[in-house]
Every structure is written in structure tokens, then in C-alpha cells.
Nanobody, 119 residues
Framework: QVQLVESGGALVQAGESLRLSCAAS????????MAWYRQAPGNLRELVAT???????NYADSVQGRFTISRDNAKNTVYLQMNSLKPDDTAVYYC?????????????WGQGTQVTVSS
């Protein structure tokens, strides 16, 4: 069983920065993709950023240039550095792990961490 535990959510003002962390534990392949998603009230869950085991990254257009995803494979931890935060970034942020190539062995979700950006 894989567990993902997020941390770092907070209430901040527009323009400030925040870093989220997600630690994965359990048994999973050393080939995997970790990602951050977010869901605002009344909206669908949307992809924010992904990072493969080799460090290849992908970002949603709305966060490109402001957010940076990174990972520490030795610690099985993924991070999301969020700069120049906007009120529109307010959401619950979820960590995701797709186990194996293209998630062949399944995917897992964290419980979410709240990020609130005030104007």
C-alpha cells in the first residue's frame, strides 16, 4: 500500500510564495511519475505539474513560470514551489503518484492540503 502525505498548505497574501511537500511511503516502482493537482470549490480537479523519476517536468499554462516542481528520489518526496501566488491559485492541492511506466501499476492520491491566497 502506498501512502502520500502532503504538507505546507497555508493562508498567504497575493504575491507571496509557498512550498508544498509530499512524502510517499510504501512499495512502488522506481519508475513513476509524481504530480500535483488542485481543486477549487465548484471546479473539477486540474493538473498543476508533473515530474518523472528522471526529472522531466510538465506544467499547466496557468502556473508556468511561477511554480516549480521538483523531487528528491532518495526521500521519495515531491515539492511544489509556488511563487507570485494569486487568489485564483486558491484550492486544495493534491499529490499524485502514478506507479510504473504510464501508471501501469496504479495510481495513488494524498489527502490534500489547503492553499488560500488572499487579495
Amino acid at each position: 500500500q502506498v501512502q502520500l502525505v502532503e504538507s505546507g498548505g497555508a493562508l498567504v497574501q497575493a504575491g507571496e510564495s509557498l512550498r508544498l511537500s509530499c512524502a510517499a511511503s510504501g512499495v512502488f516502482s522506481n519508475i513513476n511519475t509524481m504530480a500535483w493537482y488542485r481543486q477549487a470549490p465548484g471546479n473539477l480537479r486540474e493538473l498543476v505539474a508533473t515530474i518523472t523519476t528522471r526529472g522531466s517536468t510538465n506544467y499547466a499554462d496557468s502556473v508556468q513560470g511561477r511554480f516549480t516542481i521538483s523531487r528528491d528520489n532518495a526521500k521519495n518526496t515531491v515539492y511544489l514551489q509556488m511563487n507570485s501566488l494569486k487568489p485564483d491559485d486558491t484550492a486544495v492541492y493534491y499529490c499524485n503518484l502514478r506507479d510504473g511506466f504510464n501508471g501501469a501499476f496504479g495510481q495513488y492520491w494524498g489527502q490534500g492540503t489547503q492553499v488560500t491566497v488572499s487579495s
